[in-house]
């Protein structure tokens, strides 16, 4: 899990530095605002937007409640329809288990669509270590990939790069200079990626979905690069979350309006797509083995818990778009996998709070999220919890602990509320020095305390 | 009706003149208003940060100083909200009857203090999303004479936070500067909200950044805004 810890200091450390690029701040703002607009008129088409989110709740709270049930049903229905699931308990194993599969069957390049799950286990880093190219084909992703950084936005995750930036990108591939122009540049990065898809031996995608009783990988695309993917290498390696399995493809059909709609606005996707199984004998395509991971790395522990609904989460990206802190900090301040309010929950429970000791604490809980969730996940209340966490398991300082208890005792009492508020009076023209004040003064004015408080002021 | 005041820590100390006005509207309203001498603070500062057991400290003197017989009115949506949706879990305590200030004048004749006034207003986030209070406050400022001109995204947080904007000032001040700039655009009179916590913060940047007048719901409606 330590691919996703971070510094105490990293979250206002990265926000900083993204504040200062005002191109970052730009496309942020931009392509958050298209997003959710996109995604605001799609809700608006439906009937009764309540009912469905209200059912897509219902839908992933039973079958959480209900998890270990669902996943047997759904790993022998992989299993009878040949397919082999591999459950991994954290992100080590679920490395080791793609890299044996990758050695087992001598590949050498590895072709993968979007899926934030790899991302979490590091795979990338892995498959290089063991002498195996692995290329993202979501455009974003590969863009992301030949810049060495990492994804800045769950669902487009690569918000940030201009025209510009991605015309010397693909450029540099091949050292054919691309024109910056949109039409160009798909068609320098179709004509790279074809010829990976061609030769690749492994194909790795996520899975936004299992559906329990066909034993299906459900993936939702845009770019039909996850068919490719899962179709053309011999061997397709789904990495899956435990928690995205959904019972039937009833209830899949309920999950997909919801995801498609809330993730970019459309009522489908342009590929959704549904495997069931390896090549079939007399088939003329597809992989000739199927692998499903199934990665807890620490969801289990949710369930049943004060944070359980987490679990319900299908990574629209609704909460980052709405987010007036994503918008300003940008993905990478909250660390290389999971951003936005989603993830300042999400990050802490995996690595543990004192890992990832400032997410909480990276909203100012205006509860956009929770507005905005699809599955109604109280994520600002869920912050809040947090918060409460770190106070309870001692992960906040000394100092802070300290001086809550000293205000505390204070104001427990209408004198002790009196004196200190005198005397902070007094004290007050000093208050930018040090604390608090200090970091309010950058570039506020501090409030002054009234000479005569409200209470002062009546007879 | 007579109804119990609760200025809030904020308005006591760094908006007295906004209590002052809150006051003057409910007598206006008709209200008989009794203060409760012992009141402190509702605990929210330490509840939002995770401190809860300070929190609870605090909040215990609102229980002490405040009657459930009577309605308790506030000047500030996130106190309410706290009040509303916090307080009883936290203390193992039934609800009280709070209202926030202009949910709770709603219909109220009040004196029309701001004819020919172009006035902004933000909503401030507890109590547009947890309390759902919206249409009111604009209502109220429109009965005043006031053209109330919309900002781009109202519903945008100002960025205050409670201990959010001292652990992330760089971004708490940008988003500030953002809700600024969308009244700025207006070219309305004055920047108004219905909480202390986003005008103390909106106010401290704008006094800064030469920015527009950020004023109380309360103040505005009981004294007009001045040019």
Redesign the interface.
Known sequence: MSELAQEPDA??RR??EA?EDDHLQQAIAYSTERLFGHRTEAWALLDDVERLREAGREIRTRTIADLDRHLDTFITAVEARGGHVERCATAEEARRYIVDICRATDAKLAVKSKSMASEEIGLNPALKDAGVESVATDLGDYLIQLAGTHPAHIVAPAIELTRHDVARLLGAVDGIPVEPELGALTATARRQLREKFLAADVGITGANFGVAETGSICLVTNEGNGRLVSSQPRVHIAVMGIERVVPTTAELAVMLQLLARSATGQKLTVYTTLITGPRRAGETDGPEELHVVLLDNGRSRLRGGKYREMLNCIRCGSCLNVC??YR??GGGSYGPVYSGPMGAVLVPLMTGLDKAP?L?????????C??ACPVKIPLHELL?E??????EQGV?SRR??LA??A???A????WG?RVS?ALARLGQRFGHLAG?GR??A?????????R????D??I | MRVQLF?T?L??????EA??SAAELLQEAGHEII?P?????C?QP??????????A??A??FVR?FSRDLPIVVPSGSCAAMLVHHMPSLLDVEPYDVRELSSFLAGSALAPRNEGRRIAYHDS??ML??LHIRDEPRALLEASGAEVVPLARP???C??????????????????D?KLADAGRTAADALVTADPGCL??L???S??TNGPHVLHLATVLARGVKQ
């Open positions: 979250f206002r926000a900083g504040l007036p802190v300003k900090a400032a909480p604490h990276a909203s100012s809980l205006c509860g956009a929770t507005a809040l947090l918060r409460a966490d770190l106070v906040a802070e602990r809550l208890a205000w505390s005792y104001w427990s009492r209408p509320y508020t608090p970091a309010w950058r570039g506020r004015k501090l409030p002054p305390i009234s005569r408080r409200y209470r002021r009546r | 200025a820590c308005g006591d100390l760094v908006l007295p209590v002052e203060f001498e012992n009141q402190v603070c605990g330490a509840f939002n940060a995770g401190h809860r057991r300070a929190a400290r605090v215990r003197t100083a986030c507890h999303r947890e519903d945008l947080c960025g205050f936070g409670g201990t959010f904007s001292i652990r992330q000032p760089e971004i708490s001040v940008s988003m500030a953002d103390m913060h106010r401290a940047r006094e800064r």
